[in-house]
């Protein structure tokens, strides 16, 4: 059994959870109904992810089989950016509930804090980056006038009608996090953002603590997640799984230890919640038992987050300089 966290409402969420971004369609079903079997109980999907449908097939097989209740679940999904206007928020949610083939999330964030334009499922689902046939042609994303707050608040309704249990934000700064936390009326159970040893956060993290709000780390690893996207970033900086600080610490704990564990125990003993995605047993299985094998020193956790470079590898600023075309 995972270790759980209590969030702002109440609810319990596990420590450690299954990243599904990239987990390929033909594969996914089989992928999620294995890491079920194998413990997992926290699933972290997105609409934009492409791949809702078959993370449902695999929950719903573990379901009919009596593998676990719904209940025993924690499933998670992000409104995309092309739904942000209140009129399309609930909506995104009922498309991603009728893909997963459920009647309601445990959390549902809004992706980023950038308002596309709209567009209609038959046009394109996902949409991605795409915001009509014109912007297509000359690689263009358009924006929608909605202000954050504004979806926020269509959110909050979500929760209202028991479509979703809690709602979140993702990829905030501080300061749009203070404003929705001024005009909400539900405060967001959890922000997930990048966070590994080279964007340690320190000022939001603690700012979360500080509000009760649980932190979620995507992209644990750094810069690995990014390598087969083609990231020159990622392919420039060294990889955590090599960092001398990172092999020595995990020397320091034992020849079974590895690297990757070290950079995941680092995030949860900073009481920030995991969602590594892995397509290998032997790894989900190192992955979801971290908590339970391995305990950094003050000191360890000290040096780690010494590594800091603010280097965000996942950051809406390049789709700025690739899209909007405003930086050229
Ligand atoms: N909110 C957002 O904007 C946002 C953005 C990015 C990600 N996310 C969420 O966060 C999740 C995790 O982030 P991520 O997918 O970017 O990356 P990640 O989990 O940090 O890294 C995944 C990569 O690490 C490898 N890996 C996994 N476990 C390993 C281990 N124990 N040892 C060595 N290599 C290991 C995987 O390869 P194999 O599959 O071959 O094992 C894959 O290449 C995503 O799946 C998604 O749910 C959210």
Redesign the pocket.
């Known amino acids: 059994m995972t270790a759980m966290i209590t969030l702002n409402n109440g609810l319990k969420m596990p420590l450690v959870g ?6 390929p369609n033909d594969v996914c079903a089989s992928q999620v109904y294995e890491a079920i079997k194998l413990g997992y109980r926290l699933f ?3 609409a934009d ?1 492409g791949n809702e449908k078959e993370v449902g097939q695999g929950i719903n097989k573990a379901l009919s089989e009596g593998i676990v209740k719904r209940s025993d679940l924690f499933i998670i999904s ?1 409104l995309w950016n092309t739904f942000h206007h209140p009129d399309h928020v609930k909506l995104a949610l009922q498309r991603t509930l009728s893909d997963l083939g459920l009647d309601y999330l445990d959390l549902y ?1 809004i ?2 804090p950038l308002a596309f334009k709209y567009v209609p499922f038959e046009e394109k689902y996902p949409p991605c980056f795409y915001t009509g046939a014109e912007d297509a042609k000359i690689g263009k994303i358009s924006l929608q006038n909605v202000p954050y707050l504004d979806t926020y608040r269509a959110m909050e309704k979500l929760v209202d009608e028991g479509l979703t249990k809690s709602i979140g934000v ?2 905030l700064q501080g300061s749009i996090l203070q404003d929705v936390l001024m005009g909400c009326r539900i405060r967001p159970a959890a922000l ?3 966070h ?1 040893p080279y964007l340690t956060q320190e000022h939001l993290v603690q700012f979360c603590k500080n509000e009760n709000i649980a932190v979620v780390s ?5 810069p ?5 996207l083609g990231s020159k970033r990622a392919e420039d900086t060294p990889a955590l ?1 090599d960092h001398p600080v990172i092999k020595k610490i995990a020397a320091a704990h034992g020849k079974d230890v ?1 690297t ?2 070290v950079l ?1 125990r680092w995030a949860t003993q900073r009481d920030i919640a995991i ?6 047993k032997e ?2 299985l ?2 979801l038992n971290v908590n339970e094998k391995l305990t950094l020193t003050e000191a360890e956790l000290l040096e780690i987050s010494a590594l800091n470079k603010n280097i965000r590898f ?1 950051d809406t600023w390049d789709w700025n300089n690739m899209h909007f075309g405003s930086f050229a």
């Open positions: 299954l990243g599904c971004w990239k987990i972290d999907g997105a992810y992000k964030y992706h980023f993702s990829n997930q953002i990048e590994h995507y992209s644990s690893f750094g690995q997640s990014f390598l087969e799984f590895t990757s564990e995941l969602i590594p995605k892995s397509s290998r790894r989900l190192l992955n996942n």
